[in-house]
Structure formats: C-alpha cells, structure tokens
T-cell receptor, first 115, second 112 residues
Framework: DTGVSQDPRHKITKRGQNVTFRCDPI?????LYWYRQTLGQGPEFLTYFQNEAQLEKSRLLSDRFSAERPKGSFSTLEIQRTEQGDSAMYLC?????????????FGPGTRLTVL | TQLLEQSPQFLSIQEGENLTVYCNSSSVFSSLQWYRQEPGEGPVLLVTVVTGGEVKKLKRLTFQFGDARKDSSLHITAAQPGDTGLYLCAGARPRGAQKLVFGQGTRLTINP
C-alpha cells in the first residue's frame, strides 16, 4: 500500500535557517495539497498543485515559503529564514478523480520545530 | 475566519455510551470529509459524504450530511476505548481547488 509519504518526519532547526520538506503523493494522483497544522487546531490550506502547475496559494504562504512540483509527481516545500512562528506540522495530501467530490488522502506530516 | 464550527471540542465518556459530534457552517460545501488523527500523525480518512441528506455507516459510526450541504454529524454507538482520538471534519469549497476547510477538531476520550 503506497500512501502519501513525507520526509523528514521531524525537523528541528534554528531560527534563520532554511528547511525543505518533501512529499510523495499516491501514484497517479494529479492533485497535491500542502496544509499547516498548529497545536490544538485543524489543518489550514497553504497551496495546491494540479500536475506541475501551482494553481492556488493561501495568504498564509508568505514570501519566505516556496513550493514546487517539477514533474507533477513529488513536491517540495521550502521555508527560508525560519521563524519560531513557523513551528507546526506540515501536511501533504493528494487526490484524483472528479474535483468536486475528490477525497484528499494525507501523509504522516513533517513536524517542524524552530528554536 | 473559522468556517466550520465543530462541537464539542472535548468529550470524555464511558465505554458503551453513545455520542454525537457536530460540524456546522453557514457555507455550502461540495463534499465533507471526516478524519481521525492520532498524535504526531496525519489525518486518516473515515468517510466522504457528497449528497445532501446522505447517511453513511461505518460499523458503529454513522455520518450524516445536512440537506443543504452546510453541516454534518458523526454518531458513535457503544463507544470503545479504541475510538479515542481527534476527530476532524473538513469541507471542500465548491469552486476552485477544492481545498479543505477544517473544523477545530473534537478530542474524544473513551474511558474503560
């Protein structure tokens, strides 16, 4: 069973450092989403790819954040000059099929701690 | 802006009792998904409901989508300690990317 995978599972970094996370979606899923979840809250949408095209970005995604999906398969999320407020769980999800009813399947997440 | 209000936020009951978790909004959703999340893990899908008025059953769990597709409920019959966890409802907005809007979650504890 090849579900959504994310790497690394945990990342501890110092403020000001850059970090990059990777997401491998379910094979053949053309849509990929990134969400962020802080303690005690539900996940919040960050950005969305259909194939390799980044079609939507949340206002939560500041200029320090960039996401790519170069070949329409895996995706990376980079945070530059990390701040303590970036500490959160970063979740990736993928989906396929009819857009309006497509279920999103989530990966295990990457827990980021910025010291 | 919290578009989905989930209640209660915390619930602690005894094994064998029944419970209902509610997910309410003033917005219409094209679909609504329920997830369960364990600490340190990503949300795991329980069910997707699409049609207004739809009812889906998953063993002791019953999910209902409101007629107007603005609200949903999760009912658990004869709760067991293994049901303990964080339950999240998430609605897909009708236009664009179908990004999910999540409720705050219900942290459920079933005591033996």
């Amino acid at each position: 069973d090849t579900g959504v995978s994310q790497d690394p599972r945990h990342k501890i970094t110092k403020r000001g450092q850059n970090v990059t996370f990777r997401c491998d979606p379910i094979s053949e899923h053309n849509r990929l989403y990134w969400y962020r979840q802080t303690l005690g809250q539900g996940p919040e949408f960050l950005t969305y790819f259909q194939n390799e095209a980044q079609l939507e970005k949340s206002r939560l995604l500041s200029d320090r954040f960039s996401a790519e999906r170069p070949k329409g398969s895996f995706s990376t999320l980079e945070i530059q000059r990390t701040e303590q407020g970036d500490s959160a769980m970063y979740l990736c999800a993928s989906s396929a099929g009819r857009l309006e009813i497509a279920t999103q399947y989530f990966g295990p997440g990457t827990r980021l701690t910025v010291l | 802006t919290q578009l989905l209000e989930q209640s209660p936020q915390f619930l602690s009951i005894q094994e064998g009792e029944n419970l209902t978790v509610y997910c309410n909004s003033s917005s219409v959703f094209s679909s609504l998904q329920w997830y369960r999340q364990e600490p340190g893990e990503g949300p795991v899908l329980l069910v997707t409901v699409v049609t207004g008025g739809e009812v889906k059953k998953l063993k002791r769990l019953t999910f209902q989508f409101g007629d107007a597709r603005k609200d949903s409920s999760l009912h658990i019959t004869a709760a067991q300690p293994g049901d303990t966890g964080l339950y999240l409802c998430a609605g897909a907005r009708p236009r664009g990317a179908q990004k999910l809007v999540f409720g705050q979650g219900t942290r459920l504890t079933i005591n033996p």
